[in-house]
């Protein structure tokens, strides 16, 4: 909230104010020639030298073109014409210029010279260039040119020997040799001046002896108006666009400033910031966040920056979290960082799959190193933005091309396919689009843009995301209840599909969404398109985009869906694949551990096997972005580090990569895994205690995979291995590994084993030392899976049952819940002491109902926070699925003793939020909740298992002072459904 207040006062202000910022003296950037060439009828800045001068722009004569400039009127050497001149302080310029003398001149000397006045110096002339000149032909004259010192009236002109000659000029370029953009920027303010720094608002700036980090002086920053008033330094065109740089600054409290440990409380907190403005509309972003300056200290703030959109304005400032403190800044330093050159003896990824290999892009991303990674390693594009509505269509009829034509032409220079994403989607749509929109009129507005993107990219962008994310499957229809859906029906997807083939008859039209490689998505997704097709609408491909974590969903899930659609005959595409190393939308990393990197590269291999498997069904997959540092991931759904692709922050190949292009370059993989205390029967049938957590899966090879899990007992480890391998063979066996001690089992059976025949396999029982260090080896003649890893001991897994009855849902225990069986929570995850609940369930059609009975002789809901309030949570996984992270029917219920209900899921929990109801009543001594969930995605029958799990929340005034729960130790089942208990449905 402070942040955008301070944003808005600062863009009000800095409105008020633009003098203050712009008029500082840096530079822009000169990296353009400037060219003199007089065709343009104007003669372009350059003005008479001398009195009775005059210059003029003539066709009698002309180096190149039909004009150039005439001098005539001159009567002394220094007479000409002059330029007040674009030269920029510590830029080496080369100048040319081609002169001739004036029909009927005598031969002369004409000379270019630069005067200029440094500051608190004498006026210099500096000669650049001269020759012998004659009026028979045209002369070049050339020099380079460069001046170090601040210096004012910096004037280019020609001069001539002959005093009264006349002469014609043409063709002067002022190139710049140095890019300023790789020139460091340093402040010291050693010479007593405030060196190009000035306020934001108000403030006083003044370099001062009265502190100094380096030398004798710094600069001082007094009478601030604002926490964002102080010293900024315009930086604009110093900055290149794609580029890192290096920035640094010392700074250190005002005489007088106390660090505001005891006052406020940060009030000596001081950061390093940048504002940039893109047409006039400003952005704020934090170099260094402001940090502890302790009083009498001088603390460094240094960060890096990198520079992504074309700018207008651009200026680094100092400014503090709070107060108006006075404070000293010094020793700046702003300089380029040369990135890493990207990888040229590794194979590029396109030459090593059997498909198109694509990445998503954004204009930023065409630039130096980033552009070099694309081009060597991609043979596809997606712009990630520029083809969507608001950048094409940001008002209605008004189109704006600008950075899809130049990442179109990017993709045309490099051969690459191009997809264009997207023409019809919900988000990044502008508002003016729906406002007022009738069914007649967005359809109008939806053929106009299809039409006039599709035409204008005919035969150069192959395929396109014609709808995107159209399917909700928690809507009975499993259509997306959007603004296009909600006014047109299907009509939109229809009329999108028509005028697109419309204007590109060539062109594969796909329907692109998240989340296909779920089932019930899937299936919803599948009805659309069998739907569609059916009715003749042009739809060629099914894009899935894939966006993926490091634990969920397995690859053999892709693959279903893959073949799924083959079915369909429709052609498929991985749109946007990332693995994102976080399985929730909360947790952060300061560093991503390089366990999870390696893991993922196994991930991507295992997903690459999918993709060349189903390579016959699989035109393109692409990847969202190149690079990690330019994932969306990075902000979304939260802002923190994430690492969800190929190529790390610097460019260079991870794990990932060579999960790709070379699995046997992978580090080892190292899997986790839990065994539970619990008792089987080696019998080779799958008892209920294997139910209670899924196998782990170990991933196709061939024709065959297996799931693994792993019990703890006395007598040692019961292993499971379940296989899919349907062609029965002598050689069939599976090799458990304990701490270096091997077991196989063949086909046929083994030692303390069980082996028995599955539809698609055999499933092998056996009882194995205890051991952490496990492998499991599943043979088929030559072809091996495996899983190698820890195994820890671990709790049972808690199991109880719901009896199949439905109470009143009165907040009344009525006897139907006498039925069910009680449970008590007694894991405490905060305190160890507090209120707890008794706890039955029931389930009828496709509810289950809970009733908690809660011990908490004092209730609270002070906290603003529901999980901080007095209440009960009940975590339902119709599913069982016991998956780091929710999926999305997996729901957080939580019920306050007064009634009130919150939901938590997914990140939008979209799949659960209406699923709660529930009525409480206090009671002596604590209070009782009647909750009925509705699981509408499963169908419900006994025996089926779900997971599980009851928590106490005991608050306390406003603070939570003790939670228990029934199963769950971990504390983590708000973000977490794997240590969730069991629920049996009788
Ligand atoms: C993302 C872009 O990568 C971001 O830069 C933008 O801020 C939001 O959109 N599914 C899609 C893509 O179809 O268009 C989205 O791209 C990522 C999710």
Redesign the pocket.
Known sequence: MRTLLRALVAAALSCLLPVLSLSTALPARAAADHVYDFEDGTTQGWSPRGDGVSVAVTTEAAHGGAASLLVTGRTANWHGASLAAPFVKGVTYRVSAHVRLAAGQPAATIALTVQRTPAGGETTYERVAAGTVTDGAWVRLAGTYLFTADSTDVQLYAESDDPTGRYHLDDVVLAPQGDPTREPVAADFEDGTTQDWSPRASATLAATTEAAHGGARSLAVTGRSASWDGPALNVLGRLGKGDQYQLSVWVRLGAGTDSGTDSGTDSGRLGLSIERRTAGTPSYEQIVPPTDVPAGEWVRLAGTYTLSRDVDFLSVYVESEAGTFPFHLDDFALAYVAPKPIQTDIPALKDRVPFTMGS?L?RPDTFGVHGELLARHFSGITP??EL?WDATEPREGEYAFGDADDLVAFGERHGMTIRG??LA?H??TPAWVFEGADKRTLLTRLENHVRTLVTRYKGRIAVW?VV??VVDENQPDGLRRSPWYEITGLDFIRTAFRVAHEADPAAKLFI?D?NTEFPRKREALYALVKRLKAEGVPIHGVGH?L?LNIEQPPASSVEDTIERFAGLGVEQQV??LDVSVYTDFVSSYPTVPDELIAEQGHRYKELFDVFRRQAAHLTSVTV??ESDDV??LN??PITRLDAPLLFDRELQAKPAYWGVADPSKLPPRVRRLEAPAGEVVLDGKRDQQWDLLPDAPIARVGEVSAGFQARTTAAGMYVLAEVADRSVSAADRVTFTVNGVARTVTRLGGPKAAVRPTPTGYRVEALVPKGTDVDVTVRDGGTAVSWTGKVTPAPAVKLTTAAHRAPVLDGVVDPAWRAAPEIRTGTWIQGTSGATATVRSLWSGSTLYVLAQVTDPTLSEESPNAWEQDSVEIFVDPGNGKTKGYTDDDGQYRISFSGRLTVGGTFDAAGVKDNLKAVTRTAPGGYVVEAAVALPTATLKPGALLGFDVQVNDATGAARTAAVTWNDATGRSYLDTSHWGVLRLA
């Open positions: 998503a954004t990630g933005n969507k994403h997207t989607w988000s990044q995301d995107n994310e692109n998240y985009q966006h749109t946007e969202w972005g994932s969306w902000t979304w």
